[in-house]
């Protein structure tokens, strides 16, 4: 089992800058794929980043140069650093556990999410 509580969410205006928090339980983090994910009002849950167990990154292609994804296995958190945040941008972000790539069905274990408001 594991368990995924998100943090660092908030109000930013267009061009700022935020960086979520992942705090993951359980021994195996450093071995588990991890993901975030988004979903606004309306729309679909889509795949935001990807941080994959041999050590590679993937992101969409609407945040590629703008975020980043990273984990810290000795704190078994991952983090999500959100740069030149655009209105667009604004979603519940969620991250998640045990899945691979950016279908959210195939992953095994989520957080609560926290909410991204960016204002224009």
């Known amino acids: 089992q594991v368990q995924l509580v998100e943090s660092g969410g908030g109000l930013v205006p267009a061009g700022g800058s935020l960086r979520l928090s992942c705090a993951a339980s359980?021994?195996?983090?450093?071995?588990?794929?991890m993901a975030w994910f988004r979903q606004a009002p309306g729309k679909e849950r889509e795949f935001v980043a990807g941080s994959w167990s041999g050590g590679s990154t993937s992101y969409a292609d609407s945040v590629k140069g703008r975020f980043t994804i990273s984990r810290d296995n000795v704190k078994n958190t991952m983090y999500l650093q959100m740069n030149s945040l655009k209105p667009e941008d604004t979603a519940v972000y969620y991250c998640?556990?045990?899945?691979?790539?950016?279908?959210?069905?195939?992953?095994?274990?989520w957080g609560q999410g926290t909410q991204v408001t960016v204002s224009s």
């Open positions: 359980g021994r195996t983090f450093s071995t588990n794929n």
């Open positions: 998640a556990a045990r899945g691979w790539g950016n279908n959210p069905n195939v992953y095994a274990f």
